[in-house]
């Protein structure tokens, strides 16, 4: 039996593998039965999922994709509440980093999934219930430089505040689109990063949100796996 960290990434898998993060109590094990058959077990907690997977390869991929993986019709932005408020003066502008929750997604060759999951279940509706939309909802502090203590169920978000406005913007939060944008991993495999993410306030009440095609550093691996069909902007229009 080889246990080994939880990590993004390829993993090749011997007789018996065990990736564990005793963090989030998350257990994946491989067995191997005969030439082409392993079986796959995960445990999260009190949760257990099990599966026969017929591959001709001894190796699988893990990567970081958008939490839409589970319940996509409930999950298609991010909604982030800041535990401290940021005040931004009329046309003035900061860049800082947040957390958010990601998904998780396991896969074969050719990047066939065969599994994903997500270890945060929040939601949260954002506006009106007529007009609102429902959001997977995450707490995060404001980070000015990147985050050094992301679990593995968590992905740092490089975000670009824009005050266009002339007036003192004060904001508590942040909603964006996450179906199909960029996800990326660390080199380590140990950090998972969303695509960079643009808000420009145009009132005390509203805000332009989109998604940059930028990584938020250098030597970021791009995960192969994205959910859904690519949304770029969402006007929040129910608050900042």
């Known amino acids: 039996m080889d246990s080994y960290p939880l990590k993004y990434g390829i993993i090749k898998l011997n007789m018996e593998t065990i990736l564990s993060d005793r963090k989030n109590h998350v257990k994946l094990t491989f067995r191997k039965i005969n030439e082409n058959t392993y079986q796959y077990i995960r445990n999260i907690g009190e949760t257990e999922v099990e599966k026969t997977l017929i591959m001709s390869s001894n190796e699988i991929g893990i990567y970081p994709t958008t939490p839409n993986v589970t ?15 940021v005040v931004v003066e009329g046309n003035g ?5 947040v957390k958010a929750p ?8 050719n990047n066939e999934v065969f599994d994903g999951f997500t270890l945060n279940e929040k939601h949260a509706l954002y506006g009106s219930l007529v007009k609102g939309v ?17 679990s593995f169920s968590e992905a740092a978000v490089k975000v ?3 005050n266009a406005s002339d007036e003192v913007a004060k ?21 998972a990063f969303y695509t960079n993410v643009a808000m420009k306030i145009v009132n005390h009440e509203i805000a332009e ?6 990584e938020p550093l250098v030597n970021l691996r791009k995960s192969p796996i994205k959910i ?13």
């Open 209 to 214: 949100v989109t998604v940059l095609d930028e």
């Open 160 to 162: 670009k505040v824009i």
């Open 228 to 240: 859904g069909s690519l949304k770029k902007s969402f006007i929040m229009e129910w608050g900042i």
């Open 71 to 85: 319940y996509p019709e409930y999950s298609e932005y991010i909604y982030i509440k800041f535990s401290k408020e």
């Open 102 to 109: 990601v998904g998780i997604v396991l896969a074969l060759k």
């Open 93 to 97: 502008e900061v860049d800082f980093f």
């Open 134 to 150: 429902l959001t997977r909802y995450f707490t995060s502090k404001i980070y000015f430089s990147k985050p050094n203590d992301l």
């Open 171 to 191: 904001v508590s939060r942040i909603v964006f689109p996450i179906t199909g944008i960029p996800v990326y991993y660390g080199s380590n495999g140990y950090e």
